[in-house]
């Protein structure tokens, strides 16, 4: 059974803790997923078209206010599970655990300016450890030479072995 609660920030609305939003004709609102996933819907408010991420309102309605610095962070790392259980107030660096423990941050080759792979970073500190140039790596894989030393010393791509 699912229980429905009123939105603290949008008193017209109501929050079911599955992740249901009731309007203010008493219809639930279509959710749609962002780029990223995350589901949103839209309201009309004050005269203008409002689009809320589910995903807040759920968490505002079952677990309190937000607290100053606080965001959602989902439990299971999936952005569609708006379910009240699912979602808890969290810090930024506790919701970039998270992600990457359910493999969802942008780390290495999976960001969008990745210029180098995973595996062609193994490659520089395997040929820099066996006595490579660096400005030699930097032609050879086309980046700046602090670039191959920061990779080097661990300062970046630190999450590759």
């Known amino acids: 059974m699912v229980e429905f609660r009123p939105s603290l920030s949008w008193p017209r609305l109501t929050v079911g803790d599955d992740g249901t939003v009731i309007g203010p004709s008493g219809k639930a609102l279509n959710a749609f997923p962002d780029k990223r996933g995350y589901l949103r819907?839209?309201?009309y408010e004050g005269g203008k078209w409002t689009q809320l991420a589910v995903h807040f309102l759920v968490c505002e309605a079952y677990h309190g206010p937000r607290p100053t610095g606080l965001l959602v962070a989902h439990g299971d790392g999936d952005p569609a599970n708006n379910a009240a259980r699912n979602l808890r107030w969290a810090t930024h660096a506790e919701n970039e655990a998270d992600k990457r423990a359910h493999g969802r941050s942008l780390l290495g080759e999976r960001h969008h300016r990745a210029k180098l792979s995973d595996e062609q970073v193994r490659e520089i500190r395997r040929k820099r450890l066996a006595g490579d140039s660096l400005k030699a790596l930097s032609r050879e894989y086309e980046v700046a030479e602090s670039t191959i030393?920061?990779?080097?010393?661990?300062?970046?791509?630190?999450?590759?072995q």
Do not use: Q
């Not at 030393?149 to 590759?160: C, E, Q």
């Open 41 to 43: 819907v839209n309201t």
């Open 149 to 160: 030393s920061s990779i080097f010393l661990r300062k970046t791509w630190g999450h590759i």
